[in-house]
């Protein structure tokens, strides 16, 4: 929560070489009579330079050759100051930046590139310092940008190559240098062809090894005379091992198990123990006669590479042939999830330790999907910490992708980024070709929910680089473009989407058809309504669920809503109703509903219709239509529209149909127009409609304006005489999250009016807490909250666990409490009022969640705070006792912060949710 002063002595230590330069620079003597400065100045930075980036200074990309030093690094020579001075004195910062970045002193050439103008060959150079600090994302984006105004910068083109080598994409950097040598540089046109043919090469390589080990195993199935692929299990013990149970489990007779014996003892050979000899054994040693029809059903299976049918479980479910049920139930996957216990506990007997990871990974998979997920990460993280302390196997990778996934449904996506970058890795170092592929496509899913496309686009071109597994023209295309419709590209969206329909198998799917929906607005072309038709005849004839049929009207609805006006708008007011009726948690239906919404909301800014666009964000959050002091904000991609109703009732609107970048790249202070702030001048406070993405954003109106975001019907009132406070502090988080332990709170010196009920230490679990919060008037929490401060992923506040491993309080679990004393909630928790960053359907946060269990008002930070936040909570709460409304005291308190110590900037993130009164 607060950030170590020693962070500011680093500040000041790596500026003190450009504070010396400056005093220098001002006592050196003017330039001498050749200007500029020495060619032997550059001669000795390129000579000593130990870098792998290009630089755009002319004298600093002059080629050369990188050789080892033969041993340690031995560090640069100072750079001569003198030298410096004479860049510096004709204006050359980006000559200053490169020598910097010669010797490798990033920091120092990061100062200098961040003082000149945005440039191309600023931004090659400044994604050349991202990626020397590991930061590829940024590097990327950056690089990125460069080549979309210039495809042949060379400099951006070879960083570019070194970023996608840096992040394991390995074909597309191969293809990258092949472009850098295309251009026929002196020297740098030959090292980027041998780069890309040692890349290509040895991933193809990679491929051709673990396909011909597979395939040398599973030919066991087909062919009884084919030899053991002994040397391919010297050379791939992973894949041969993971292919050869599928072999024995296949085996119809005895001979045929026993033919397997000899691979069997290599493998134990190469890695250990006597644990597949002596399953060969006991499958020899079975009754054939009973078993032989089963295995060869089992072969059958594994032939049409089909999940085994409900049927063909419960007959092995009901044998006593162990190993054939648990295999077939591993292969099945996402169904049979009430049979796991089973197959773990016979999987157990087993007594081989290779299993042990996929059976881990079956029990968290169950967890989840029973909601407690807080198991399912206790058991990861402990089987993960086994793989780490023995040997490396498929099943650990397979653990970390499932880690990765969890993550990624509780949006926590950058612990699932980790985990599954992580996975990535060790794929590639166990040379396990298929989970390479697999992280490639989640982290695909990964880096596009976090706004991160350029990483998104390069980690789906990989995989089509690569040949992928499935359809290898349909998928990559379809992904590239909703990616490409998320960014803000719309051309190469609609390029992307023609691709994907030329498509030989071409299921247009639900994804598929709500970017065409929204392409064929923003990039008609002749078709378009026959095409959407086939889309919808598809998703209607694959017997979809309810959520998916809404959805389906949903993206008719919003295809015709330009076109057929009156129909568009009846079919999203069907969507709305339809979806209602659905459970909550249909995610497909609740994303519809909100997309309805928020469609029929930017039309109506479309049409001018702004007192519309008040009522339609009113039914949304399910309050009452503000009759004053009101600002409506709303963004649906590129569409806009903001309304503020002033202290008289006026309506005046904004709208803009024409946004080019998206919603998490956009400054949210700009959004509101300066008219529309005006107009809410003259109101004591404003009340905010919103919903996700915009809702939570603090910036919308100045620090200096009392307002809060509404939702949710008239709060219950309050009993004037009565009340009880509860406090949640010295919470024990568990290990494996490993967070600092946190101040004891301390209460205020003020007496206390009402009753207060302290819960600390081991007692503040979820179950007491929440038991708690029941018949409170106000709840205080101070606890650590879960979230980047560089992302906005959705929060959760950590509580001590219960017996149980559970520890979170999360917004899904506040929603569905009771909270019958319509308190005033306070998260003094780093974050805890963050949104996730990839949620336009909801606003699932801990503030929204409280607001819907019948809180009165929440407030919560939106950023990481300091140790002090709780006075600052504190005075809010007094002023609000002595009658002030929430959004006034929020105000008043910020202020008087703000005014104390510019250092408070952090109260300006500091949101409030109030129920209407």
Same mark, same amino acid.
């Given at each position: ?85 004479? %860049? $510096?004195? &004709?204006?050359? =910062?980006? +000559?200053?930046?490169? #020598? ?7 920091? !120092? /050439? ?93 991933? %193809? $390589?990679? &491929?051709?090894? =673990?396909? +011909?080990?597979?395939? #040398? ?7 009884? !005379? /084919? ?115 089973? /197959? ?574």
């Amino acid at each position: 929560m607060l950030k170590p002063a020693y962070d500011k002595v680093l500040v000041l230590a790596l500026a003190t070489p450009v504070l010396v330069l400056t005093v220098l620079l001002a006592r050196s003597p003017s330039r001498g009579e050749g200007g500029g400065v020495s060619p032997q100045f550059w001669a000795e930075r390129r000579a000593a330079a130990r870098i792998e980036a290009r630089l755009t200074h002319p004298e600093a990309d002059k080629y050369r050759p990188r050789v080892s030093s033969g041993g340690c690094p031995v560090p640069p020579e100072p750079i001569p100051l003198r030298e410096l001075a004479r %860049l $510096e004195e &004709a204006g050359d =910062w980006g +000559g200053i930046a490169a #020598a910097y970045a010669l010797q490798g002193e990033w920091n !120092q /050439a990061a100062s200098f590139l961040e003082r000149m103008p945005a440039s191309p060959n600023r931004d090659s150079d400044l994604a050349a310092v991202h990626l020397a600090r590991g930061a590829h994302e940024q590097a990327l984006r950056l690089l990125d940008g460069v080549l979309d105004s210039n495809q042949k910068h060379a400099q951006a083109l070879w960083n570019r190559a070194l970023v996608l080598q840096e992040m394991g994409l390995t074909m597309k950097a191969a293809e990258t240098y092949e472009k850098v040598a295309g251009l026929n540089e002196q020297g740098w046109g030959r090292e980027a062809h041998a780069h890309a043919l040692a890349l290509r090469e040895e991933t %193809l $390589e990679r &491929a051709r090894k =673990w396909k +011909g080990a597979r395939d #040398a195993t599973l030919a066991l199935l087909t062919n009884a !005379q /084919a030899p053991l692929p002994l040397e391919e299990a010297r050379q791939q013990p992973g894949v041969v091992r993971q292919n050869f149970y599928e072999v024995v489990r296949a085996a119809d007779s005895k001979e045929r198990a026993l033919a397997l014996l000899p691979l069997a003892q290599e493998l134990d050979r190469l890695q250990g123990g006597s644990a597949l000899g002596d399953y060969v054994r006991r499958v020899a040693a079975r009754d054939f006669v009973r078993r032989g029809p089963l295995a060869k059903g089992y072969a059958e299976l594994l032939r049409a590479q089909a999940p085994a049918p409900d049927s063909m479980l419960e007959t092995l479910r009901t044998s006593s042939e162990d190993d054939l049920f648990v295999g077939a139930l591993l292969r099945t996957r996402g169904a049979a999830l009430g049979l796991v216990q089973d /197959a773990v506990e016979r999987g157990k007997r087993q007594q081989d330790p290779w299993f042990n990871p996929y059976l881990e990974r079956e029990q968290a998979r169950k967890e989840t999907a029973d909601g407690e997920w807080w198991k399912a990460e206790q058991r990861l993280f402990t089987a993960l910490q086994r793989c780490r302390e023995g040997a490396f196997s498929a099943g650990c990778v397979e653990l970390e992708l499932r880690l990765g996934i969890l993550y990624a449904e509780l949006r926590r996506l950058t612990e699932a980024e980790q985990h599954a970058r992580t996975a990535w890795t060790w794929a590639r170092q166990l040379r396990e070709w298929e989970l390479e592929l697999t992280s490639l496509e989640i982290l695909t899913h990964i880096s596009r929910d976090r706004s991160d496309f350029s990483s998104a686009r390069a980690y789906v071109e990989e995989w089509s680089a690569r040949g992928g597994r499935k359809n290898t023209c349909y998928w990559p295309q379809s992904h590239l473009a909703h990616i490409y419709y998320q960014d803000m590209r719309p051309e190469e969206a609609r390029r992307a989407l023609d691709a994907a329909a030329a498509c030989p198998v071409a299921p247009l799917d639900l994804v598929y058809g709500a970017t065409f929906a929204e392409m064929a607005r923003a990039r008609p072309a002749p078709g378009d309504a026959e095409q959407l038709r086939r889309v919808l005849s598809i998703a209607r004839s694959s017997n979809p669920m309810p959520g998916d049929a809404v959805y389906a009207r949903y993206i008719e609805g919003r295809f015709a809503l330009d076109r057929e006006h009156e129909q568009g708008q009846a079919l999203l007011k069907k969507v709305i109703e339809d979806a209602e009726k659905l459970e909550h948690g249909d995610t497909l239906a609740r994303e519809s509903w909100t997309l309805s919404y928020s469609s029929l909301v930017t039309d109506a800014g479309r049409q001018g219709d702004y007192a519309k666009v008040l009522e339609l964000m009113a039914a949304q959050l399910g309050t009452s239509v503000p009759a004053r002091c009101a600002l409506a904000v709303s963004v649906h991609h590129e569409r806009g529209v903001v309304v503020a109703r002033g202290p008289k009732g006026e309506v005046v609107g904004h709208y803009d149909g024409s946004r080019d970048a998206p919603f998490s790249r956009s400054p949210t202070s700009k959004l509101v127009p300066e008219n529309l702030r005006q107009a809410l001048r003259g109101c004591e406070r404003v009340e905010v409609l919103a919903w996700a993405p915009v809702f939570g954003r603090t910036d919308l109106l100045p620090p200096d304006m009392a307002w809060s975001f509404r939702m949710g019907k008239t709060a219950q009132p309050r009993n004037a005489s009565g009340g009880r406070r509860l406090v949640v502090s010295s919470v024990e988080a568990p290990s494996l999250l490993q967070l600092p332990r946190l101040p004891a709170w301390t209460p205020s010196s003020e007496p206390e009016s009402t009753p207060l009920e302290l819960l600390s230490g081991s007692e503040a679990t979820p179950s007491r807490v929440l038991s708690s919060m029941s018949d409170a008037t106000e709840i205080e929490i101070h606890a650590h909250g879960i979230s980047d401060p560089a992302l906005a992923d959705s929060s959760l506040v950590v509580l001590s666990p219960e017996g149980n491993g559970r520890y979170a309080l999360t917004a899904d679990v506040v929603r569905k409490q009771k909270l019958a004393g319509a308190p005033l909630v306070y998260l003094a928790a780093c974050s805890a009022g963050r949104l996730a960053s990839s949620t336009t359907h909801e606003p699932f946060s801990l503030p929204a969640a409280f607001i819907d269990a019948g809180a009165r008002a929440v407030l919560a930070s939106t950023v990481d705070i300091p140790d002090a936040a709780g006075r600052f909570f504190d005075g809010v709460r007094q002023r609000i006792r002595t009658g002030a409304p929430p959004a006034v005291a929020l105000r008043d308190e910020r202020q008087k912060w703000l005014a104390r110590d510019s250092r408070n900037s952090w109260t300006q993130y500091v949101l409030l949710v109030e129920r209407s009164e």
